[in-house]
């Protein structure tokens, strides 16, 4: 069907001033009088709607009067022309309805709470708020390509399926073809049975095959569709997200942590220069403030403190949290709020955790309790990396893996890559939901996903 994107004509308006265009669209909202109506119409394209404006002696009755409905599909045909109001308009001269909509349409009104567009998710996409969502969402997902490209990284597809869960928590998801009841008598016999004659399960992260694939390709990242049958029910923790893991050869953790403050920075700097009319929306709408922020995180260094520091800070905080701190437990919510909202007011980077709340794979430091890792902990969200060097000796992986009561044989694979000319390595794990909370101020990542995941919710 020919006709012009909304946004090509509020873009390069010049060239189509006072030109006969043909546009698509959905009507958001309508105005009717005696003589002329206008229609709000939206293609997705861009943020803003066109106005159409439609001198009822110029057009039949009956064909207006379809057009006018909430909801409903349009072609119109006009002049594209300046407008006091809107900067520019559509004088209608045609208009065909291509699909009309009915009353029960839900989004009759022009706010909606989150709330009732969760229960919604296939209509949602026809909302100002979710339209700028995934414009940011699309943008977000180019640049982070685009810095990897440019910097010399390879794109590498790690399998989904996979029969190692890489941070040990225990939730994977499993695959299946088993029948529930395969009259099996015993766990062994079940799998055994199963289309891969193994326990297969969906990935938690790419990292233990990306650690593999860099460890000849120097370089790589992966960026997929990552499982997790947490049952966290929090605002932040999905059991389906997008995970974007780069792993680096000859990279020791500082290393790591310069490229990952890099990278951060880049992203939120092409969001803010490509993405002006969304970014202002949510500043306005959803985060005040929200800009600013942005622009502080890019050009303020980002802070760093170890774990051990950190502990020290929260205790002398004077602050009363729910859950008590003590050296060598996990850092909670309220305890990553505190220290990058109130302590830092900027992203920071909590380096050198105790060894034991940590994953097998981070390289253990010299004194013998913690290991090189960090997460990057931001306002507003508190974790949105995951980061570590990795241990590379084999003994010491070995030993590590021991201690948590790992089945050495079926990481054969991964150890084999601390046999044969094991390198120093580093990598990290961004959450893409997570990073796009940040970036746009929205506070649920059920709001940042099309069709979100989530326990107890399909
Ligand atoms: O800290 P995590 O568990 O680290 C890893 O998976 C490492 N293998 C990464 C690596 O070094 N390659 O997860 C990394 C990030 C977290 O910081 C968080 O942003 C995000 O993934 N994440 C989730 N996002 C949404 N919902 C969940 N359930 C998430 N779990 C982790
Ligand atoms: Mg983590």
């Known amino acids: 069907m020919k006709h012009t994107d909304i946004k090509i004509l509020f873009n390069d308006s010049e060239k189509y001033l006072s030109k006969s265009v043909t546009v698509c669209g959905w009507v958001r909202t309508w105005r009717d009088s005696k003589s002329i109506a206008f229609i709000e119409l939206n293609d997705g394209t861009a943020l803003k709607n066109l106005q159409l404006v439609i001198e009822k002696d110029k057009i039949p009755e009956n064909e207006v009067k379809p057009a006018l409905v909430v909801g409903c599909a349009l072609k119109a045909e006009g002049r594209f022309i300046p407008s006091e109001r809107n900067g520019f308009e559509l004088s209608v001269e045609s208009i065909t309805v291509l699909g009309g909509c009915p009353q029960d349409y839900p989004l009759q009104k022009k706010h909606h709470t989150l709330e009732f567009l969760r229960t919604i998710p296939h209509l949602r996409p026809r909302t100002k708020y979710f339209e700028a969502v995934f414009a940011v969402r699309n943008r977000l997902s180019f640049a982070i390509h685009k ?6 990284y390879k794109y590498v597809h790690t399998p989904i399926i996979t029969g190692s869960d890489c941070e040990g928590a225990g939730e994977m998801f499993r695959v299946t073809t088993q029948p529930w009841n395969a009259g099996c008598k015993t766990e062994q016999e079940y799998f055994e049975g199963d289309f891969f004659g193994a326990r297969a399960g969906l990935t938690v992260s790419g990292q ?30 999905a059991a389906e997200f997008w995970h974007i893991e780069p792993e680096v050869c000859f990279c020791d953790l500082n290393d790591i942590i310069e490229i990952a403050e890099d990278f951060i920075k880049f992203i939120i700097n092409d969001v803010l220069e490509n993405c002006p009319d969304e970014l202002a929306y949510f ?11 942005l622009r502080h995180s890019i050009e303020s260094g980002f802070g760093k403190i170890t774990y051990t520091e950190a502990v020290e800070v929260l205790k002398k905080s004077g602050k009363e949290f729910k859950y008590p701190v003590e050296w060598g437990s996990d850092l909670q919510t309220e305890h990553e709020k505190y220290l990058t909202e109130e302590y830092f007011r900027k992203p920071v980077f909590v380096t050198d955790y105790p060894a034991d709340i940590k994953s097998f794979y981070m390289k253990q430091n010299p004194d013998g309790k913690t290991v090189a890792a960090t997460d990057l902990l931001v306002p507003g969200i508190g974790e949105i990396i995951g980061c570590s060097e990795r241990e590379a000796d ?14 050495l044989e079926s990481y054969s694979e991964y150890i084999d890559t601390r046999k044969y ?25 059920r709001d940042t996903l099309l069709f979100p995941r989530t326990v107890g919710s399909l």
């Open 147 to 152: 810095y990897f490209n440019k910097n010399g």
């Open 421 to 445: 000319g094991s390198v120093p390595h580093s990598g990290f794990g961004l959450g893409f939901e997570r990073m796009l909370m940040y970036i746009t101020g929205v506070q649920n990542i």
């Open 208 to 237: 233990l095959e990306g650690e593999m694939a860099a460890m000849g390709l120097g370089k790589i990242y992966t960026f997929g569709p990552t499982f997790r049958a947490e049952h966290s029910n929090t605002t932040r923790h």
């Open 283 to 293: 500043n306005e709408r959803i985060e005040k403030g929200l800009i600013d922020k």
């Open 394 to 407: 084999l003994e010491k992986l070995k030993t590590a893996m021991l201690k948590r009561n790992m089945n």
